[in-house]
């Protein structure tokens, strides 16, 4: 699957993107997928639209797509948790830009 536009630049450290992995684990895996792949109707984040990333907060926190399904998260995850998750999403849409690359390069 091409990918357009690109994700956002990882800037998280490795610490950051660990502790959001952790955290997507425990609150989002659920219903996002292991490794945030989707599933269903439920989108893969790694294939996240720029205006998501920009929303991240407001739709992980704030609930602003609960008619779609996603419920805020205001009351169990702080804005500091919110980045460390969106820093973990940020790097599987990366690694899955390098997974396509591999796979054209052995095309």
Same mark, same amino acid.
């Given at each position: 699957? &091409?990918? /357009? ?5 990882? /800037? %998280?450290?490795? /610490?950051?993107? *660990?502790? $959001? ?13 292991? #490794? %945030? ?9 790694? @294939? +996240?639209?720029? +205006?998501? =990333?920009? $929303?991240?907060? *407001?739709?992980?926190? $704030? ?8 419920? #805020?998260? +205001?009351?169990?995850? !702080? %804005?500091?948790?919110? %980045?460390?998750? =969106?820093? @973990?999403?940020?790097?599987?849409? =990366? !690694? &899955?830009?390098? /997974?396509?690359? &591999?796979? +054209?390069?052995?095309?």
């Amino acid at each position: 699957m &091409a990918r /357009e536009p690109a994700p956002p630049p990882l /800037e %998280a450290t490795p /610490e950051q993107v *660990a502790r $959001g992995k952790s955290l997507f684990a425990a609150r989002c895996m659920p219903c996002h997928g292991d #490794g %945030a792949v989707g599933g269903g109707v439920v989108p893969d984040l790694r @294939y +996240a639209s720029a +205006a998501t =990333h920009a $929303g991240f907060d *407001a739709i992980v926190r $704030g609930g602003v797509r609960h008619q779609k399904g996603m419920a #805020g998260f +205001a009351q169990v995850l !702080d %804005a500091d948790d919110v %980045a460390a998750i =969106h820093a @973990y999403v940020i790097k599987r849409a =990366h !690694d &899955a830009l390098a /997974e396509q690359a &591999a796979q +054209a390069r052995h095309d």
